[in-house]
Every structure is written in structure tokens, then in C-alpha cells.
């Protein structure tokens, strides 16, 4: 089954860490009411990860559930970031494009200063997580141009240290 999202809002009462979602199922077109921590999005997504690629004709549960994490970024940056670490830091190819177009990249959108300092340590010190920050995008923060100065610096030596 799969899910539209609408943009999760806090909600009272649900508890720290907590949103809402209605989401509407393509399948059966009714509503239903979602309430999922962070905490529990991470742990639904690493019951699948690495997991296996879909076929092409087929939807990624593991991408799908990446996404999931990705509607708490404006909230939880800090509870995310382990996550994106571990995952952005294994083999899998399609894993890493999973973390850094739907995770990293958006992070970096949001929460350019807390992050860069963590990101920068992480992709000079590990291949992977290198091969993870140089497939993303510039939007939000990291477009500002002193910003996107360094991201572009830090994707260079990436390229370069490559060969």
C-alpha cells in the first residue's frame, strides 16, 4: 500500500516528537490518521535497510520509509542525524541515494549550520559518506551563497580525493 502525504503538522496532546498525518491510500482512496514518533519512523525504516532494491516497475518500501523520516527534518534534525550517518555511510549504492536525496539534502536545507560542521568530518573521513553528500542538491540554506561556497569547496576535494 501506498501513501500521499500531506505535510505533518505538531499536534497537541500526541505527545514530544510526535506528528500527525492523514494520509490517503492510492489503493483504497480513505483517510487514514497516522501518529508516528521520529524514533519510530527510524525504527520502521531499519527493519528494512539494506534490504534489496524493487524492481524498477515496482515502489521501494525502503524508500518509502526513508521518506517517512524525512516529514519530521523541520523538527528533529538532531534525532535524524544518526540515521543518515549509519546509512549514508554503508555500501549500498541505492541506500545512500535513498539517505541523500531524501535526508541529507533536505537537512542541509533546513539546518545548514547545525549540520555542515558534522557532515564536512563525516565525508572526509569516510568513502561512503563522501560518494552520499556529493549526490546533493542545493535548496533552502544551502543555496545562501556563503553556504553553497563551502558545500561546493567540500564536494570538490570530495571529486579530487576520488580521482
Not at 74 to 92: N, R, T
Amino acid at each position: 500500500m501506498s501513501a500521499l502525504w500531506r505535510q505533518p503538522l505538531p499536534q497537541k496532546g500526541l505527545g514530544k516528537g510526535a506528528l500527525y498525518w492523514q494520509s490517503l491510500s492510492e489503493e483504497s482512496h480513505k483517510r487514514n490518521l497516522t501518529i508516528m514518533t521520529v524514533q519510530e519512523a527510524i525504527a520502521a525504516a531499519e527493519r528494512l535497510l539494506p534490504g534489496r532494491a524493487a524492481p524498477e516497475d515496482e515502489e521501494d518500501a525502503r524508500w518509502q520509509a526513508v521518506i517517512v523520516i524525512s516529514k519530521f527534518i523541520e523538527y528533529a534534525p538532531e534525532a535524524i542525524w544518526p540515521f543518515v550517518l549509519h546509512w549514508g555511510s554503508h555500501e549500498d549504492e541505492d541506500v545512500r541515494a535513498a539517505i541523500a536525496t531524501c535526508l541529507l539534502e533536505h537537512l542541509l536545507e533546513r539546518h545548514f549550520d547545525l549540520l555542515f560542521p558534522r557532515i564536512e568530518t563525516a565525508a572526509r573521513s569516510n568513502v561512503w559518506f563522501a560518494k552520499t553528500t556529493a549526490l546533493c542538491w542545493k535548496f533552502g540554506q544551502s543555496k545562501d551563497p556563503a553556504r553553497a561556497e563551502r558545500f561546493d569547496r567540500l564536494c570538490a576535494e570530495i571529486r579530487r580525493r576520488r580521482g
